[in-house]
């Protein structure tokens, strides 16, 4: 099967991929939809149990099969290379694709799929740098190293917001270190990750070192984490599902890392340059519609340029063009999940119902037919305890909160179950770097905000999970240490003595 695409796609069901091959599924059908109309445009396996085992088997025969085992790291870091000049040849394909399943801007999900070589090339770099340390452990004739093992097979669950973009911020780490992996795409948005192993075969990889399983979470999600097979979960997904895998992954004893949702500070100081915060926070919460772990959608303005700020983010909302995803001119599109719109209605009901302003928006814009589109909404006199400061909503709902001074805004900012990203604008140095200090969060941005990088380590706490993404820190993740001890003395040891450090 090659050259996979939206054209190709519409009206069919998606194939899975095992083992380098493409295959049917023998499991049900789930209907996927295009969000710009809010009708079906293909179809996705919930591939049945076997299956899943058949996926997982081949990533455990190919972790044990020379060609992937043996295979030198400088060899794997080339592989990785064709594969990102593969991937750049075919970023249009894959934007298509994923704003066919998602909705959201072709620009952006044309920026995300440009993102996709360059954290390849940065991993392929790594591959053959991943080192042990020698230990000086104060016993005479004795070396200590220790080595960086790849950890086996990898089940990579991701979400429908980014889909390639959250796959590859744990398969380049993967490939670099020598993984293999079995993705499990979301069942709203699966097309991408299908199309993507088109690209593995291409570039080379043994068979079996990529596979991709489709279906529900409760089906095929669960029969993958579950799995005996599996060495490391590697989930981006809301809390409650982060939950459950955790349960299920400690059934196993399988590690995972999680990385959920976020309600994130996103701060505006009376010393900050006004303008520039207000289009930060505009871009940190209505960019990708909201539908992003790290929006900025609890905001805090300090009182004595609360209203100068509202007034600006509410001017800039209301310039802000709706419509068809695939437009250079359009600046946000559809959510990518009905359940999404209803979610936003019932966070603006709940808004309205709790004493919160309706500043903009509040509905669904008209003239766009049955597309799944959202004005952006924006809330003002927000206390902190209301359900729309407290909980995800994962739409283009803003909620902007007050703070009097430091001390207010951090007890504030801090009182949140959450702990992914934060932001802060200001131009006194001090105020940020105490911000930054004190702020709970995986993530600080100072003047600007969504700015990732694959060099720069991501992930939070409390609920919005654990382990890291990006960064050398992902080599961490996906590597295990083995320690290794050579006594080279000569010497017969005491047989009933352990020899600990005296
Ligand atoms: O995500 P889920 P949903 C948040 C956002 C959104 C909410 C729900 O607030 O409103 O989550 O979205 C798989 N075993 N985020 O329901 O359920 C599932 O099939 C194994 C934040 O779409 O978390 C999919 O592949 N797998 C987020 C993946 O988990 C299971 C991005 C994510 O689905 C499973 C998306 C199970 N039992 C939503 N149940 C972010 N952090 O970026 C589900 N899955």
Redesign the pocket.
């Known amino acids: 099967m090659q050259g996979l695409s939206v054209e190709t796609l519409t009206g069919s069901c998606l194939p899975i991929y095992i083992n380098g091959t493409y295959r049917t599924s023998e499991g049900g059908r789930i209907d996927s939809y295009d969000p710009t109309t809010g009708q079906v445009w293909c179809q996705v396996p919930d591939c049945t149990d076997a299956e899943v085992d058949a996926a997982v088997s081949a990533a455990r025969a190919a972790m044990s099969d020379p060609e992937w085992r043996d295979m030198t790291q400088s060899q794997r870091g080339l592989l990785m290379l064709r594969l990102a000049e593969l991937v750049e040849a075919n970023v249009e394909r894959i934007a298509e694709v994923e704003v066919q399943d998602n909705g959201k801007l072709l620009r952006e999900m044309r920026a995300l799929s440009q993102a996709l070589p360059v954290a390849l090339r940065y991993y392929a770099g790594m591959a053959d740098k991943i080192e042990g340390t020698t230990i000086p452990v104060n016993k005479p004739d004795m070396l200590n190293f220790t080595v960086r093992e790849p950890l086996g097979v990898v089940a990579i ?6 889909p390639l973009y ?1 796959m590859m911020r744990a398969l380049a780490p993967c490939l670099a270190c020598g993984n293999a992996v079995v993705v ?5 948005a699966s097309a991408g990750a299908v199309v993507f192993a088109e690209l593995m075969k291409e570039a080379g990889f043994p068979d079996g070192v990529f596979n991709v399983i489709t ?4 089906t ?3 029969a ?2 579950t799995h005996p097979g599996v060495n490391k979960i590697d ?8 939950k ?2 955790a349960k ?1 992954a400690a059934e196993q004893l399988t590690p995972a890392a999680l ?4 309600k994130s500070p996103h701060v505006v100081c009376d010393d900050a340059d006004l303008d520039a915060a207000a289009n930060g926070v505009v871009a940190g919460i209505f960019a990708a519609a909201g ?3 790290v929006a900025g959608s609890r905001c805090f303005i300090q009182e004595n340029v609360y209203d100068a700020v509202v007034e600006k983010i509410v001017e800039k909302a209301r310039a802000i063009t709706i419509g068809d995803p695939r437009r250079d001119d359009v600046q946000l599109g559809p959510l990518a ?1 009905w ?2 719109v209803e ?1 936003v209605a019932e966070f603006t009901e709940s808004a309205k119902a709790q004493g919160a302003t309706l500043a903009f928006g509040g509905g669904r814009p008209d003239g766009l037919g049955d597309g799944w589109y959202v004005e952006p909404t924006i809330f003002t006199n927000v206390t902190n305890d209301m359900r729309i400061a407290r909980e ?3 739409g283009p709902l803003l909620a902007i909160l007050k703070f009097r001074d430091d001390e207010d805004l951090m007890q504030q900012a801090n009182d949140s179950d959450f702990a992914l990203a934060s932001g802060i604008w200001t131009r006194n140095i001090q105020r940020a770097l105490r911000f930054m200090r004190r702020i709970e969060a995986g993530m600080v941005w100072i003047n600007t905000y969504r700015s990732p990088s694959v060099m720069s380590p991501s992930g939070g706490h409390k609920d919005s999970g654990y382990g890291k993404h990006n960064g050398f820190a992902a080599i961490e993740e996906f590597s295990r240490i083995k320690t290794v001890v050579i006594d080279y003395s000569g010497a017969q040891q005491d047989a009933f003595v352990m020899r600990v450090n005296k």
């Open positions: 669950i991701i979400p429908w917001n980014s959250m499990k795409p979301s069942e709203h279906g529900l979470g409760q095929a999600g669960n993958l984490i989930f981006t997904g809301g809390p409650a599902t982060g459950v895998i299920g990385e959920l949702g976020g539908q992003t772990c999940l359940s999404q979610k995800e909503i994962f």
